[in-house]
Nanobody, 118 residues
Framework: QVQLVESGGGLVQAGGSLRLSCAAP????????MGWYRQAPGKQRELVAA???????NYADSVKGRFTISRDNAKNPVYLQMNNLKPDDTAVYYC????????????WGQGTQVTVSS
């Protein structure tokens, strides 16, 4: 089963920054959209940000102006630059990828922990 490879999580103080990275193995084939989700304890998994091969992005309202999703090219890897982090950003962050621009996500990463201390 194809799994995305994530890196970059960790512990940071409020106001600090982290950068997450995610890559899809070659066996995944052509990828269109990639995105980041997060899940905090006791909460549902939520979309944080997503980007298409054409560079169209969308963000959760809670991270607009603080987080930036980007890709080196139309393929992968994908990055999530997180600035001005808040304790509410603490969660396990998951990378996702799909072959189509819209629809269900085909592949997921194992998750990386982000902890923001106050």
């Amino acid at each position: 089963q194809v799994q995305l490879v994530e890196s970059g999580g960790g512990l940071v103080q409020a106001g600090g920054s982290l950068r997450l990275s995610c890559a899809a193995p070659g066996s995944a084939g052509p990828i269109n959209s990639m995105g980041w989700y997060r899940q905090a304890p006791g909460k549902q998994r939520e979309l944080v940000a997503a980007i298409t091969t054409g560079g169209i992005t969308n963000y959760a309202d809670s991270v607009k102006g603080r987080f930036t999703i980007s890709r080196d090219n139309a393929k992968n890897p994908v990055y999530l630059q997180m600035n001005n982090l808040k304790p509410d950003d603490t969660a396990v962050y998951y990378c996702a990828a799909r072959k189509q621009r819209f629809g269900n996500w085909d592949y997921w990463g194992q998750g990386t922990q982000v902890t923001v201390s106050s």
